[in-house]
């Protein structure tokens, strides 16, 4: 069974770049999976960041890219502020959706 | 604007069963291949199940066999029948909308709906 892979824990101070990645248990992480990030608070629904890779949502802002680095999809975030501070989703669709475990940004 | 607004959770014993349904506005639901995804108390996100606009239904493994959705288009309302159900399906229930092939993403989200399974 394929898992998805992300990091536990971040953290960023504000102002900062920070990277998250999802990656394959088994394989490499490419367009053809159509990546999409989710940003959720606690208590609250998902929110849609990015889908197909490094296409930005309606209404995201631009310090939220997508892309491929190396074998897994990425998320950066430039010029981290403190209510990016949330939980973040990677889901890869391969024939299902499959979402990682999440990633909990800390921004401090 | 799009709204979806989920319904019908609340507590149940193991082995029993609940209908959640999710009433979507602002769209042509019709058109749209709907999604259900859950989460567990402290835990990440799952994806459930989904139904296209033309019918076709898929479900995860974890829950093949026990979980049926359908919609009704005339009353722009998706459901999620659970049938024995366990403890492990004790989670918040979203409802959401998925976006065409080949994107394949989810754009919008309702609130959620608790269900809890216990005795």
């Known amino acids: 069974q394929t898992v998805v892979t992300q990091e536990p824990s971040f953290s960023v101070s504000p102002g900062g770049t920070v990277t998250l990645t999802c990656g394959l248990s088994s394989g490499s992480v490419s367009t053809n999976y159509y990546p999409s990030w989710y940003q959720q608070t606690p208590g609250q629904a998902p929110r849609t960041l990015i889908y197909?890779?490094?296409t930005r949502s309606s209404g995201v802002p631009d310090r939220f890219s997508g892309s491929i680095l190396g074998n897994k999809a990425a998320l950066t975030i430039t010029g981290a502020q403190a209510d990016d501070e949330s939980d973040y989703y990677c889901?890869?669709?391969?024939?299902?959706?499959?979402f990682g475990g999440g990633t909990k940004l800390t921004v401090l | 604007e799009v709204q979806l607004l989920e319904s019908g959770g609340g507590l149940v014993q193991p082995g029993g069963s609940l209908r959640l349904s999710c009433a979507a506005s602002g769209f042509t639901f019709s058109s749209y291949a709907m999604t259900w995804v859950r989460q567990a108390p402290g835990k990440g996100l799952e994806w459930v199940s989904t139904i296209t606009s033309g019918g076709a239904t898929y479900y995860a493994d974890s829950v093949k066999g026990r979980f049926t959705i359908s919609r009704d288009n005339s009353k722009n309302t998706l459901y999620l029948q659970m049938d024995s159900l366990r403890a492990e399906d004790t989670a918040v229930y979203y409802c959401?909308?998925?976006?065409?092939?080949?994107?394949?993403?989810?754009?919008?989200w309702g609130q959620g709906t608790l269900v809890t399974v216990s005795s």
């Open positions: 959401a909308r998925r976006m065409p092939q080949p994107t394949n993403y989810f754009d919008y």
């Open positions: 197909s890779t490094n």
């Open positions: 889901v890869l669709y391969m024939g299902r959706w499959v």
